[in-house]
């Protein structure tokens, strides 16, 4: 990930952006359509710039249409172009994006919110390569890639009216689901690391890590946001921090108290179903801790049993083994965990 702009390129740790990565990257090798599933801020954007500039026209030009950003007649003029005169405020010739992709790659960023309206001619530009520009009749022939993201629910909003059935499928060729931020916490260090290291360098702070209780934080909180909210967060706790760590008050208020509220509800999901045997309780508790520690070791850390202990009971257990990455230099193991003396302790240890 470039220091300059962490938003570049992607690194991932957790398997299943691996296998969101390796799909990606098959599918950029061929001219079929891909449209791009995920939340807001998982960084749909930056995997299609990544499927562009893997595949055989990357070097030719990625045109980006924000369907959301303008109205109907905009839209359409915006994509296909127009005539001088075609409408009030056409004073010149202007070509159009499809006409600035040619040879390259169209990337439709949230084309769940295309206008009804102008989905026919998305059509038809998508199965015949044909537009015309507004104001005039002469049908040209577009030579590019299309690729497509939405948060949306593209079938919902087929069943809805509010997307046509055909472009639907026009565009489900090969579909790319990106998981969310808190599906893959191995991936949340690695990238507040990132944030930090551009925005202490961007306005020239001396920050070197984070907290314990800011680690903590981060792992705890569930992200709604995404990579987009880390990273403002992040940007936030640089331009506050007092030191030359970032601490839990350095975060906002929002964040702080949904890493609480996230760590109440996980508790609670503990005792769900009523009272759990002993070994029962221990096997939720472990699976617990694997979910928020950013490593295996840190995680036998904080549940007081070294490694080979742990091993042990992920394969008792059946929990993924050797799925986390190991971040000795960046995390610091917080204080005040649950108690693991007398019989819980007995417990952890067989």
């Given amino acids: 990930m470039q220091s300059q702009n962490p938003d570049n390129l992607f690194d991932f740790s957790a398997p299943v952006m691996r296998e969101v990565m390796d799909q990606l990257m098959r599918a950029a090798n061929s001219n079929a359509s891909i449209l791009i599933l995920g939340e807001c801020g998982t960084g749909k954007s930056v995997l299609a710039r990544i499927a562009h500039q893997c595949s055989p026209v990357s070097g030719q030009p990625f045109v980006t249409v924000n369907c959301p950003s303008l109205s109907k007649e905009l839209l359409e003029s915006e994509l296909f172009g127009h005539v001088k005169g075609s409408f009030t405020g056409a004073i010149r010739d202007y070509w159009g994006k499809v006409k600035a992709a040619e040879g390259g790659t169209l990337f439709f ?86 944030y930090l290291q551009h925005f202490a360098a961007l306005f020239e702070r001396k920050i070197t890590g984070f907290s314990a209780e800011a680690i903590a934080c981060i792992c705890n909180y569930t992200w709604p946001g995404n990579l987009r909210e880390l990273r403002h ?34 508790i609670n999901d503990l005792l769900t179903g009523g009272w759990p045997s002993l070994d029962n309780l221990v096997e939720k508790y472990v699976r617990l801790v694997l979910e928020h520690a950013p490593a295996s070791s840190e995680a036998a850390k904080i549940l007081g049993i070294d490694n080979t202990t742990l091993y042990r009971k992920r394969k008792r257990w059946g929990l993924p083994i050797g799925s986390q990455t190991k971040k000795d230099d960046f995390f610091q193991t917080a204080s005040g965990h649950p108690s693991t003396n007398g019989k819980w302790h007995d417990q952890l240890a067989d």
Avoid: M, W
Wanted: aromatic share 8%; glycine share 4%; net charge negative.
């Fill in 109 to 194: 960023d949230e084309i769940g919110e295309l206008p009804l309206e102008i989905q026919a001619k998305l059509l038809r530009l998508f199965q015949e390569r044909e537009y015309e520009r507004l104001g005039e009749t002469v049908t040209r022939f577009a030579n590019i890639r299309v690729l497509a993201a939405t948060n949306c629910n593209l079938k919902q909003r087929v069943s809805a009216g509010a997307f046509r059935e055909d472009l639907y499928f026009r565009l489900n060729v090969i579909t790319i689901e990106v998981p969310p931020l808190r599906e893959r916490k191995e991936d949340l260090i690695r990238f507040a690391e990132y």
């Fill in 233 to 266: 967060a992040v940007e936030r706790g640089v331009a506050l921090a007092r030191d030359h760590i970032l601490v839990l008050g350095d975060f906002s208020d929002e964040i702080q108290q949904g890493r609480t509220i996230a760590a109440k509800s996980q």
